[in-house]
């Protein structure tokens, strides 16, 4: 049920920054959802690969890609570098919409894996509460920082709870580092802009769309 429900999702969703739904395909009792092959592969990856990417432009790309999402009132709920394809022209899909939620459901999202929880807002993490745009800005803002600086969030800590406290209890967010692209370009708008979506108050956090209109000049 919850593929089938994944795939009525996707299936809507027409985009350049999303990954294209071609399908279901049903092999014995497995049922698989169907997409475009994406060449160069996750987002994590590409940029161990290609370490000398446009990274403004990755980050840019996403924020398109997710305020499509929030302009249909679709809420991510996963959003994080492993559900990012580069497509073979290197251009960023979001994928994997498996939480996503249209804002009007009454469904609630419950925590996913370990695995998302540095990408998850200090809300997120005390209440497992449902998702939210805001919640979905947090992850970005999250994400940001994986892009510019091509490593996990949190890395350093030894355990998931570890993070959890972090965040909640002190406040601890990832460095504002590097400054400055392997070319010399400055980063400073990206993490002025990622600063704000990782505000502790829900509320203090930019729409998506706003974002986007800042760094797109």
Known sequence: KRIEMEAGVWALLKHPRILQFLGIHKINDEVYLVSPFAENGSLPGFLRRQPNVDRGRIVIEIAEGLAYLHQCGLIHGDLKGNNILISGAEHVLLCDFGLAKHVTSRTSTSLRGVGS????????????????????????????????????????????????????????????????????????QFWDESSKCWAEDSSLRPRIIDVLSRLDR
């Open 117 to 188: 929880i540095p990408w998850q807002s200090p809300e997120l993490l005390q209440d497992a509460c449902r998702r939210t745009f805001q919640s979905d800005v947090y992850a970005f803002g999250i994400t940001v920082y994986e892009v510019l600086s091509g490593r996990e969030p949190y890395a350093h800590h030894t355990g998931i709870a570890s993070i959890i406290t972090s965040v909640i209890f002190n406040g601890e967010r990832p460095p504002k580092d590097p400054l400055t692209a392997p070319g010399g370009t400055s980063y400073l």
